[in-house]
């Protein structure tokens, strides 16, 4: 069962602006990346379902949290169905995403009051999404489907839109700039964040150091556009 409702789910995806995404198949690495960026200051974090036995790294990493980390709020990842939806709902994902959007996993969430958040790339998609009670949509991939150009196009006649890009978000000040500007509600990012050499190397307090950057420029490239 998720640990926070789909409310406080979004409000902190909202808040904080950025979602680390990653995978591990090594449940103490997972946990090592999820600490990291915890303590960096990005709470919410997609664990994506991409390795063998994925979902059983999941529950050892949300069990983790559940009792060393009770502030990170973790959730699934690459979920293209509803029964690996409800496979990583029923151990304790508290949000679900997917590369797609699937009117079964949307209705699987709805009843358990769970956030999804699926992959969409037009404004029909997007729209679908929206219709099935989708509060954010994921905008994926996100420099394939357009980039900052696009989600400024798709604002324009639905303003009420909360969109999430993956694909295509760098750390750079020109990348978030580019994106928050054009009005995205949060970014999800995965490699230029938690990238592969500093998992190798096993860098955490640079994980951290990261992620503080980050979440600090978010912050005040939306303090400077407030005026």
Known sequence: MARFSRLDVLTMIRQTGVVPVFYHGDLDTAKSIVQACFEGGAPVLEFTNRGDFAWEVFAGVERFCSNELPGAILGAGSVIDSPTAGLYVNNGASFVVGPSMNPEVAS????????????????????????????????FPGDAAGGPDFVRAVLAPMPWSSIMP???????????????????????????????EIVKSRDWAGLTRRTRTTVDLIAAIRGAQRG
Do not use: H, M, Q
């Open 166 to 196: 993956t694909g295509g978000v760098d750390i750079t000040r020109d990348s978030l700039e580019a994106w928050f500007r054009a009005g995205v509600f949060a970014v999800g990012i995965g490699s230029r964040l938690v990238s592969p």
């Open 108 to 139: 699987f969430c709805n009843r358990r009051k769970v956030a999804y958040i699926p992959g969409c790339a037009t404004a029909t998609e997007i729209s679908n999404a929206e219709a099935l009670g989708c509060e954010v949509v994921k905008v």
